[in-house]
C-alpha cells in the first residue's frame, strides 16, 4: 500500500492550505486515516483522523481551525486547515491504519510526508 500526500507549502499565519493523501488500496475492510503533525524536533503527535464509517477525532491544538474529510470511492483523506498558527509548522504525514489499531502498530502504512510552514 501506497500513500501519496500533496499540498504542503508556505502560508502566512492565519491562512488556509488543503493537504490531500491517496492510498493505492485500501488493506482493511475497517480503517481509519489521519494526519499527524511533526513540528521541527519534536515528536509526531495526532492532528485528526476519520474512520472509514465517518467517525472523526481531532487534537485539540486543532479544533473549529481544522476539517477532516474522506472520500472511501477514491480512498483519499483531506485536511481543510485554516486560521493558521506558527506553532502547526511541520511536516504533516498521512496514514492509514487497521480500526481498532493504533497509529504506530506495524499494521499502519505512512505517506512521504508534505511541509507546513506558517510564518508569523
Known amino acids: 500500500v501506497q500513500l501519496q500526500a500533496s499540498g504542503g507549502g508556505l502560508v502566512q499565519a492565519g491562512g488556509s492550505l488543503m493537504l490531500s493523501c491517496t492510498a493505492s488500496e485500501e488493506p482493511y475492510a475497517h480503517n481509519y486515516m489521519g494526519w499527524y503533525h511533526q513540528p521541527p524536533g519534536k515528536q509526531r503527535e495526532l492532528a485528526a483522523t476519520i474512520t472509514n464509517t465517518g467517525i472523526i477525532d481531532y487534537a485539540d491544538s486543532v479544533k473549529g481551525r481544522f476539517t477532516i474529510s474522506r472520500d472511501n470511492a477514491k480512498n483519499t483523506v483531506y485536511l481543510q486547515m485554516s486560521s493558521l498558527k506558527p506553532e502547526d509548522t511541520g511536516v504533516y504525514y498521512c496514514?492509514?491504519?487497521?480500526?481498532?489499531?493504533?497509529?504506530?502498530?506495524?499494521?499502519?502504512?505512512w505517506g512521504q510526508g508534505t511541509l507546513v510552514t506558517v510564518s508569523s
Open positions: 496514514n492509514l491504519s487497521p480500526d481498532g489499531r493504533p497509529w504506530w502498530s506495524p499494521e499502519s502504512f
